[in-house]
């Protein structure tokens, strides 16, 4: 789940878009995810975010419909600037936050793809999904739950328990909870640009990760793999799980990838 960070593209700079051309922003926040969804994206092209940056984005096609995929970075804040930075640069007409997330409750299953019908943080709940795309999405078979987005990160389930009893997840509300997903509706909303959150669940209520995780994190409330993997030297027996749950990561980003293709097929 903590592998090194994506390394470098072509030199070539983001190629200007025809301000005609509607784009779809698909924003991930770890390799993982953005290693599992670009399956999904036929005619790749990719770039660098700047000249000498370490980070690239995606263009291509997914079910014919022009697209930006691109890796935020996890976390809040990176998700928020990056996100912002893809809104402002290119015509985006819709933006799609895929990848992972950890259920809330019982019945959501590993695998199972998700749609936020209601998206909230600590400020509170974002502005509203695009109404057609989530409609679409449900009627594809993803489940429709509201997103809960932490700025820091919850590895045991008995804290995924106490999060859904303090705000009254269950069965019949379902939730799933990430870092990123409020970020990356809130850039969204703030330049009118419809948006849409889909998750696929990769640690159900029972799973847990090694609870020195949440102590490994930068200023910016992201992941510090270095630490992580400083960590692991002297709590080797924590490996396992870790690999384990970058698989289920990199199976749940997949999952979202091929819905993409389906949903996106009905949408042009």
């Given at each position: ?9 072509t030199k070539r700079p983001p190629r200007r878009h025809d301000q005609h ?152 509300a379902p939730a799933v909870v990430d870092t990123e997903s409020a970020a ?16 696929a669940v990769s640690d159900t209520l029972e799973d847990d990760l090694p ?58």
């Open positions: 789940m903590f592998a090194p960070e994506a390394g470098c593209g051309e509607q784009l779809v922003a698909i924003v991930t926040a770890m390799p993982e995810e953005f290693e599992a969804v670009a399956k999904a994206v036929s005619q790749p092209h990719r770039r660098r975010m700047a000249k000498g940056a370490r980070r690239f984005f995606l263009e291509g096609k997914i079910a014919g419909a022009p697209v930006l995929l691109a890796m935020t970075g996890d976390g809040s804040v990176r998700a928020s600037v990056s996100g912002s930075f893809f809104l402002g640069e290119f015509p985006v007409s819709l933006l799609v936050g895929a990848g992972a997330a950890g259920a809330l409750v019982p019945s959501l299953r590993s695998a199972e793809i998700v749609v936020g019908n209601r998206v909230v943080d600590e400020e509170g709940d974002a502005a509203s999904p695009d109404a057609e795309l989530l409609s679409r999405a449900v009627a594809a078979g993803a489940k429709p739950v509201t997103v809960v987005t932490l700025s820091k990160l919850i590895c045991s389930s008995k804290e995924k328990r106490d999060l859904a009893s303090r705000f009254g997840y269950s069965d019949s990356w509706a809130r850039a969204a909303a703030r330049r009118g640009v419809p948006w849409l959150i889909l998750r609870a020195f995780i949440a102590s490994c994190l930068s200023a910016d409330g992201s992941v510090n793999r270095a630490d992580v993997a400083r960590k692991l030297i002297v709590r080797p027996g924590a490996l396992p799980v870790l690999l384990r749950a970058r698989r289920r990561v990199r199976e749940a980003a997949a999952g979202v990838g091929l819905f993409l293709e389906k949903l996106l097929l009905e949408k042009i």
